[in-house]
C-alpha cells in the first residue's frame, strides 16, 4: 500500500502561538509532497508543492512566511503555521507521491482551532 | 489548467449502480484523469485513475470517450458506506502540482 500518516490529528491553540504539523509516508519514500487547506463544505485547496531537500513552492496568495514548510527527508514534510489567528482554523492535509508515479496519497488530515 | 464539473450531489439506493460524469472539455494531451473519495474530516483516498477508454478494479470502473472530454466513474452496487464527496481530477502526469479540486459531488447512498 501507500500510507500517508498526519501528527497530530487534531490540535487546539492559542492565537499568536505556532503550530506544526508532521506528515510522513511510511511505507514508501516520497518525491513529492502537497500541503492542502480545507474549510467546512469547501473542497481542497493546494498551498503549496514541496520536493525533499529544497525549498517549498506555494501557491498564489499563499503567505510563505506564515506557512512554514520543510520536506527533511523522502518520508517527512512538516507544515508550521506561525503566530496562528482564528482565520487559519481548518482542516490541513497533506499528500505525497511515490517514487515513479504520479498518484497523490493522502493523510488523513489535521484539524487546527485557533482560539 | 483542465477545469473538471460534476454534479454537486446525486442520490442513490444501496445496491444500486451509481455513474458519475465528470466533464473536462480542457483536457491535455499529457492529462490523466483521477478520482477520490473523501469522507468527513478524512483525507481523500485514491479510488481510480485512467487515461482512455476503460480502467477497473476492485472497487470501480472508469469509462473515458475517445474524445476524453469527459468521464464516467462507475461504482457497482453501493452501499450506505458509499456516502462521501467524489471528486474528478485532471491532471499532468509529470506536473503534480496542477492537480486542482473542484467542488465534487455529494453522493447521498439511502437504505
Known amino acids: 500500500g501507500a500510507v500517508v500518516s498526519q501528527h497530530p490529528s487534531w490540535v487546539i491553540c492559542k492565537s499568536g502561538t505556532s503550530v506544526k504539523i508532521e506528515c510522513r509516508s511510511l511505507?514508501?519514500?516520497?518525491?513529492?509532497m502537497f500541503w492542502y487547506r480545507q474549510f467546512p463544505k469547501q473542497s481542497l485547496m493546494l498551498m503549496a508543492t514541496s520536493n525533499e531537500g529544497s525549498k517549498a513552492t506555494y501557491e498564489q496568495g499563499v503567505e510563505k512566511d506564515k506557512f512554514l514548510i520543510n520536506h527533511a527527508s523522502l518520508t517527512l514534510s512538516t507544515l508550521t503555521v506561525t503566530s496562528a489567528h482564528p482565520e487559519d482554523s481548518s482542516f490541513y492535509i497533506c499528500?505525497?507521491?511515490?517514487?515513479?508515479?504520479?498518484?497523490?496519497?493522502f493523510g488523513p488530515g489535521t484539524r487546527l482551532t485557533v482560539l | 489548467l483542465a477545469k473538471t464539473t460534476q454534479p454537486i450531489s446525486m442520490d442513490s439506493y444501496e445496491g444500486q449502480e451509481v455513474n458519475i460524469t465528470c466533464s473536462h472539455n480542457n483536457i491535455a494531451t499529457n492529462d490523466y484523469i483521477t478520482w477520490y473519495q473523501q469522507f468527513p474530516s478524512q483525507g481523500p483516498r485514491f479510488i481510480i485513475q485512467g487515461y482512455k477508454t476503460k480502467v477497473t478494479n476492485e472497487v470501480a470502473s472508469l469509462f473515458i470517450p475517445a474524445d476524453r472530454k469527459s468521464s464516467t466513474l462507475s461504482l457497482p452496487r453501493v452501499s450506505l458506506s458509499d456516502t462521501a464527496v467524489y471528486y474528478c481530477l485532471v491532471g499532468d502526469a509529470k506536473g503534480y502540482s496542477t492537480l486542482t479540486f473542484g467542488k465534487g459531488t455529494m453522493l447521498l447512498v439511502s437504505p
Open positions: 511505507d514508501f519514500q516520497a518525491t513529492t
Open positions: 499528500s505525497a507521491t511515490r517514487q515513479g508515479t504520479d498518484t497523490q496519497y
